[in-house]
């Protein structure tokens, strides 16, 4: 018998739990010939920001042990070219299309929030709060539990839609981030964002990277992921989203287990375009193979 | 497109450089002079970016015995710099390899009736080879290829044999002239009477400088850049190329992997 | 001609930078086939407390990507075991050997802090802050500035040896709790502790290490740590020791551009029991062949 | 010890199983039975731990040209469940590998006058071949192996060879008895007339049933454990396991690597 593979993210029915990350996706078009989109749960776009971004300098990313660094510096082609050249794809395609967004002030935030709230092929919201706030001096939103939720208070006031809040794992304390980001109306949270790391090129003894520090993502993070999102889960009732180093559908299961309602891959679209509908294939096998007839029974069923 | 491949020879040509030829399906005939593919190395973690390299060559292979199938293949032509190269060359035939590829903007052809400059530093030869196969079907085709030493300086006879005529400069003199390959560009340059087009590829500064000559004259170039690739799909932006327009305060960016790795030389941002 | 390695870590003359990391290299007799210790700088012992402890259940260790994790759980004999037993050995060694201790309560650092002071074989204390404060309900002292000043404080005031803190990063700000700690005595900072992680095991649907979570270390870890070391080192005066994922010269050379003045090797010596010997004849031979003549010329040397 | 070892042989014994083996120094050749070995599969970092197997066997290959210089060396038998093992299994003779050992506390061997009662479980039998290989010398020695399937059984030959009276059980019948190879082991008790020594080596299930019967007859067992490892000299204190006065309250370990791998069962805490 086939397994129930469905499940409900904050309203959103996903046909299974594989959504893509933001930023190792592009607009969702760039994979379409390795991955059909309606084979897998969701897909998220690439941060959008109120302007097009054009990003850093070069080198932007490198690798490390089991992972890798980037500093793409959120190049992005910006909500107005977004709404003319990226969303018509997105309504060709019968998978729901999340937007993932950031802002450098709480207006800009919500402005974008209101803006992506009137597109109908936009099924829902994602917001990157791992971002500098520059009228604060450049603290990270997503650092100080109050910053985060005036970001989210200020976009859930302008939205209906289910609203997505990314978390950052740069942090002291994630579980009061997640618990702040619930209380102000976050309908489902995400984590993890990259963690801030850095590389070295003795010989020119300068930073590999030219923006210096850089985002951390792939397998290596995944022991940090997988420990945040068991201590979130445990403490809100939003859905979890879980993310960092998923590569195949052990790792995937290994996220459901901790409290995870759906996951996102990242960093493995890079190494393997094909990742992520190839993940969703071998969870349901995995399901068949050890006679579960519904992903949701895996969701906490981890026995500590 | 992405494919198992079988390793059908690895062998190394010059110290430190290998060829390697494997099987690829029918399709991947139609690839373009200056495409690229990304290479995973190795299935585990390490490495876990995929690795890109340009095309050198695509051919069938033809078996002896009548009636068998015929294969088709492509070749790789690289340096061992690091990790992952080091590991491809400890690779042996009937070892298999997952590929991503052909990928982006190869080489565009040009007019028949003028003279091709294929310009190509050490390594940079690699996607070259398939060009100038290309292009000696209609044009004349000079070579100006260059290197460190000797050793960097590739499959030279392979271009002879397709009948492009080769001049060939090493920085320690121990091959052709003793200098930079642009010299004898130059030289040909200011012998030509009629149109051309340099095509290019190898380190950063002899791009530069080819790009330089080629804008001083007006002449039309186009150049294939490396850049460091996650994806090698668009999806990263870990590629990109400052374009002409670029400053630090008017950024603009191409993208290498899909934009590229071939650009007409004005497209881009060079040092004076 | 030979290089200088020598360094001054706070008033400790080293022959050169390379140290071995609490926790990973027993109380050093457990080496003394693989490594010549005098032929490194320094050697940490393993995390000493008041009385002995057992340390917690098994598995106690996993494998991850490029890491693994380890929930030991602080075992070792005790402080006055480690008198009786362990420091005849370090006084036949001709190194400097450093305590590293932990408390559950303010009182309990002190206590080991002064018996440690009167060893004269232990030549520096190592202050282990990554440890639950049971008195505040388990909040760690090393995620908190003021709740670790307290700790130096109170250690600070009954040594007179070299006092290192080591910081957990654990954290949102590293500079925050390196500046505190400063500002409260330490007279040099180590960074980073492990990062807090996790592994489940799918068919058993249970967390692999006994202890659920557990510390992360090794390769993976080291984009974190070399941040993290750029980060402090550009905003405090006292030397600091880089550790993190350490496996080799050039990562060791990579710390002391970012700002180290020594480095600690760890996870490294499990895999290669002579790791840390390797290393520093490694860094040598990298000096010699790049014409460095000072290997303190090459502390912070990182251009940006 | 530390040394690179040379793989001489790499062979699959039974499906699953395979047996190494690899070059050693002159002073290998004093490892005790139960001892074990650390072995880095690879240089890079993954698998990044070292992974640990017992010693199956020791000896020195003398060449048939003679003049040519002997080769210690020794043995592993391996069971393929994870990454490093699986790696392991695709390595050739003339690789290298990098090797820590022997490690660890061995058997004792105990009284010559006395009856020798070895239990093994799977790949549990890989470091009791060389202790049966002692034992012989001195006293009978009976051994009784157990698996899932015949496969599962290994090496009773060469058990044979020695002189060793071998009784197999598997569970589903294929081979020898049908069920546990404690049934085996209680009759030959039953039997005895006399002391004998227990020593054991397979799954935790059966050491502890093994312990148990012992126990309950007053028997000496020795019983090798595994437990996971990150070093294997006693420094990251990963592998222990509980001693005999354990308890969640008054938690006692024992360092698998250094007080063991080998304890006396009546050390270890078990379940009745
Ligand atoms: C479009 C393109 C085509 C290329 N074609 C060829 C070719 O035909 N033959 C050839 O020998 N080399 C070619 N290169 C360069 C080749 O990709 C690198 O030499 C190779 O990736 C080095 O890998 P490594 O693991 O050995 O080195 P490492 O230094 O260990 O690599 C570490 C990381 O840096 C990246 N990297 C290192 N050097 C380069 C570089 N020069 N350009 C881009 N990324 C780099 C690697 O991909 C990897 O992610 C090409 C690069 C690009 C972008
Ligand atoms: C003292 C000792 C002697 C051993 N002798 C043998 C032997 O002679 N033959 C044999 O086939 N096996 C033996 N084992 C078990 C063997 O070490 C594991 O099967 C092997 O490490 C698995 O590695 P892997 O990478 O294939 O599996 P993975 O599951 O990928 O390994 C992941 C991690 O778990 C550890 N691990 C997995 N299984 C075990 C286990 N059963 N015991 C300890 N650690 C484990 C690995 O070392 C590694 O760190 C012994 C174990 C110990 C402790
Ligand atoms: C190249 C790159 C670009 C990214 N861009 C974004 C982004 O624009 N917005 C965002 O919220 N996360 C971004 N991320 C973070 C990923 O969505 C994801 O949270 C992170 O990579 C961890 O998952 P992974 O280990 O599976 O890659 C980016 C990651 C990478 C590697
Ligand atoms: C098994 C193990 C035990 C450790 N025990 C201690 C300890 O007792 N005290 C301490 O301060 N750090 C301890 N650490 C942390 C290390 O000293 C070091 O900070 C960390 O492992 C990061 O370095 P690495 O990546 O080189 O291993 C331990 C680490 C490991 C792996
Ligand atoms: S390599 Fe990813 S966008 Fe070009
Ligand atoms: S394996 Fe490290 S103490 Fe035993």
Not at chain 1, 92 to 112: C, K, M, Q, R, W
Not at chain 1, 159 to 186: H, Q, R
Not at chain 2, 180 to 193: I, M, N, P, S
Not at chain 2, 206 to 219: D, F, T
Request: proline fraction near 6%; hydrophobic fraction near 45%.
């Amino acid at each position: 018998m086939k397994p129930d593979m469905t499940v409900n993210l904050a309203g959103m029915q996903l046909r299974n739990p594989v959504m893509t990350a933001s930023g190792t996706f592009g607009y969702g078009e760039e994979f379409a010939e390795y991955v059909d989109l309606e084979k897998i749960g969701a897909f998220v776009t690439k941060g959008l920001s109120l302007k097009p971004r054009a990003g850093n300098p070069t080198p932007r990313i490198v690798e490390t042990p089991g992972g890798m660094l980037n500093a793409i510096g959120l190049q992005n082609v910006g909500i107005d070219a977004f709404i003319q050249k990226k969303v018509p794809f997105l309504q060709s395609v019968n998978t729901p299309a999340i937007a993932n967004f950031f802002g450098n002030t709480i207006d800009e935030y919500a402005e974008l929030a209101g803006r992506l709230d009137q597109i109908p092929e936009v099924a829902g919201l994602e917001v990157n709060i791992s971002c500098p706030n520059v009228k604060q001096g450049g603290i990270v939103f997503g650092t100080d539990p109050e910053c985060a939720a005036s970001v989210v208070k200020a976009c859930r006031a302008v939205t209906s839609k289910p609203l997505i809040v990314k978390l950052s794992p740069n942090v002291t304390d994630v579980v009061a981030m997640a618990k702040a980001c619930e209380d102000a109306g976050a309908d489902c949270l995400s984590l993890i964002n990259t963690l801030t790391g850095m590389a070295i090129d003795l010989n020119r003894r300068r930073p590999v990277l030219a923006n210096i520090t850089g985002g951390f993502s792939g397998p290596a993070i995944k022991p940090v992921a997988l420990r945040m999102v068991w201590q979130v889960a445990k403490a809100v009732k939003v859905p979890i989203i879980g993310i960092g180093g998923i590569m195949n559908a052990t790792d995937a299961l290994e996220f459901i287990l901790a409290g995870a309602t759906a996951i996102q891959v990242g960093t493995a679209s890079f190494i393997n375009p094909g990742a992520a509908q190839q993940i969703a294939v071998e969870m349901e096998a995995w399901l068949v193979e050890n006679g579960v007839d519904d992903i949701k029974s895996l969701i906490g069923a981890l026995e500590t | 497109m992405q494919f198992t491949s079988m390793i059908l020879s690895n062998a190394e040509v010059s110290p430190g450089y290998w060829r390697m030829r494997m099987t690829a399906p029918p399709e991947f005939a139609s690839a373009a002079p200056g495409q690229f593919v990304m290479v995973r190395v190795n299935g585990a973690i390490d490495p876990l970016l995929r690795r890109p390299f340009g095309v050198f060559d695509v051919g069938v292979h033809i078996p002896a015995q009548s009636g068998a199938m015929t294969q088709p293949y492509f070749e790789m032509l690289y340096r061992v710099v690091g990790k992952g190269t080091a590991m491809l060359s400890t690779l042996h035939k009937t070892d298999l390899l997952d590929i991503l590829g052909p990928l982006g903007k190869g080489f565009d052809l040009g007019a028949d009736d003028e003279e091709k400059l294929i310009v190509g530093g050490g390594v940079g030869l690699a996607p070259l080879y398939l060009l100038a196969k290309e292009l000696v079907k209609k044009s004349p085709v000079r070579l100006f290829a260059g290197g460190r030493t000797r050793d960097d300086v590739l499959c030279i006879t392979e271009f002879e044999r397709l009948g492009v005529e080769c001049y060939t400069a090493t920085e320690d003199g121990s091959l052709g002239e003793c200098g930079l390959v642009t010299e004898a560009l130059l030289r040909r340059l200011d012998a030509l009477d009629g149109k051309a087009t340099i095509y290019a590829c190898g380190p950063h500064g002899m791009l530069n400088a080819v790009a330089n000559i080629a804008a001083e004259r007006g002449i039309s170039c186009q150049v294939s850049l490396e850049g460091y690739m996650a994806c090698g799909v668009g999806a990263c932006l870990g590629c990109v190329a400052p374009g002409h327009k670029h400053s630090p305060e008017t950024p603009d960016f191409r993208c290498v992997c899909t934009e590229g790795p071939v650009f007409e030389s004005g497209e881009l941002k060079w040092r004076d």
